[in-house]
């Protein structure tokens, strides 16, 4: 998997907007060899913290892992000492025992996965192995996700976000707030998200038609 992210990533860059190609080269070779690093000493993934009354993250009251390694490095990220794919502490089967265990009250809704980058490739087989355990023992539960990528133009296309548990992982996810966090844009106001640019998509509902529908909530918070 790693090396197939890093060919992807090292390849001939696009320009970027401003015309910068050797920058926008340059930030491609950092960010595959981040990856690369994390593929290569990280047998397993790193997260930052585990909340499990969380209300803020997702519809209801939730358990939210905040995962290690981002790759975007946007401009006023709330979290950004989770960009290092080594912040934290190791992800063991005790840690997925521990989420499992958060998850069991009957108040609670579901599980949020956070970063960090939840779909960095570096990260996604971890995931994508807790969301099935998390299927399997409590299949009425919902999984909001929340990711710089988004859902149509890299999730599901051709992209350095894209590894053989992308599919198996959005399969498993209910809502995706996807999109980078774009500081000029942010809104105290809105619900679930940091700015305006970045959109809470109905996975099921959006896979099934082939095209973005977006989650409608059961009660009205904020802006939507």
């Known amino acids: 998997m790693c090396d197939k992210v890093n060919s992807r990533m090292t ?11 050797g920058c926008f080269s340059e930030y491609l070779r950092t960010a595959a060899k981040n990856i690369e690093m994390s593929c290569q000493e990280n047998k397993s993934m790193y997260y930052g913290e585990i909340k499990k009354y969380d209300i803020a993250n997702g519809e209801g009251v939730r358990v939210s892992l905040f995962v290690s390694g981002c790759t975007h490095h946007c401009p006023g990220c709330f979290n950004e000492d989770t960009w290092d794919f080594r912040y934290g502490q190791e992800y063991t089967e005790k840690t997925q025992q521990e989420i499992l ?12 996965l956070l970063g960090g980058e939840p779909f960095e490739p570096a990260n996604q087989k971890v995931l994508a192995g807790l969301l099935r355990a998390v ?12 990711s710089g990528y988004l859902f149509d133009k890299e999730l599901q296309a051709e992209s ?9 992982m959005l399969s498993m996810i209910d809502v995706l707030v996807d999109g980078r966090f774009v500081e000029s844009l942010k809104d105290i106001r809105l619900a679930f998200r940091g700015s305006s640019n970045q959109r809470i998509i109905d996975v099921k509902k959006s896979l099934k038609n082939g095209k ?13």
């Not at 958060?102 to 949020?112: C, F, K, V």
């Not at 299927?135 to 929340?146: A, H, Q, R």
């Not at 350095?160 to 198996?168: I, M």
């Not at 973005?212 to 939507?224: A, C, F, Q, Y």
Request: proline share 9%; net charge neutral.
């Open 11 to 21: 390849g001939t860059a696009a320009p970027n907007p401003d015309g910068q190609g």
């Open 101 to 112: 265990d958060a998850l069991a009250p009957g108040y609670i809704n579901g599980l949020s």
């Open 135 to 146: 299927k399997e023992k409590y299949p009425e539960k919902n999984v909001w996700c929340y």
């Open 160 to 168: 350095r976000a894209r590894c053989e548990y992308t599919d198996e």
């Open 212 to 224: 973005i529908i977006l989650w409608e909530p059961k009660v009205k918070r904020g802006l939507i």
